[in-house]
């Protein structure tokens, strides 16, 4: 047999294999969510956003006007790197089957916030909305990330407005929808 000939059945054959080992088998999810999304919140976007948020300052004081703002290369460096963990923290909200909050989390203001029970019926029940304010968090951080980029410090206010909406829009629609959790209050101790 030829060369080339030989090459195009080796070729095949291992294609073939390739196809029939892959259909007979069940595939595994690529990813193994770990932490939940109130731990995320908590851990990653929470601080991140503080940072980002608490950048930039004015305070009166008896002193006098006190400005904090980023001046420094370290001080941008620090911004950037908070950033980017808010950009991939909202890739992680997007992996499907992560849990909104351990079983024994309970809403911090029952009647206001809602249990984590019901925001992951929300979740669940319109995960195409929660797409959609998890790639707005993405978004922003990208904005964000272009102003540290240029160090433009009006650019940098006006996306970090622009991650409160985010923000906020998410938590409006499943944390505290403005409607009364579902669930009977559980008693107190």
Known sequence: MPQQGYSVVVAITFTATLLATACGRETE???????????IMRTL????????????????????????????ADDWETLRRHTVTLAES??????????????????ELP????????????MVDDWKSWITLARGLH???LTLLDAIEARDLNAFLVAGTELDVACENCHSRYWYPGSADPRQAEPGP
């Open 139 to 141: 978004d922003v951080s």
């Open 90 to 107: 909202a890739n992680l909200l997007l992996m499907e089957g992560r849990r909104v909050a351990a079983p024994e989390s309970r809403s």
């Open 29 to 39: 999810p690529a990813y193994h969510p770990t932490a939940t999304v109130e731990e």
């Open 45 to 72: 976007i929470d601080p991140s956003a503080d940072a980002i948020w608490d950048a930039v300052v004015t305070d009166a004081t008896v002193e006098g006007i006190i400005e904090t703002r980023p001046e420094t």
């Open 111 to 122: 009647g206001i916030d809602l249990h984590p029970d019901a925001i992951q019926a929300l």
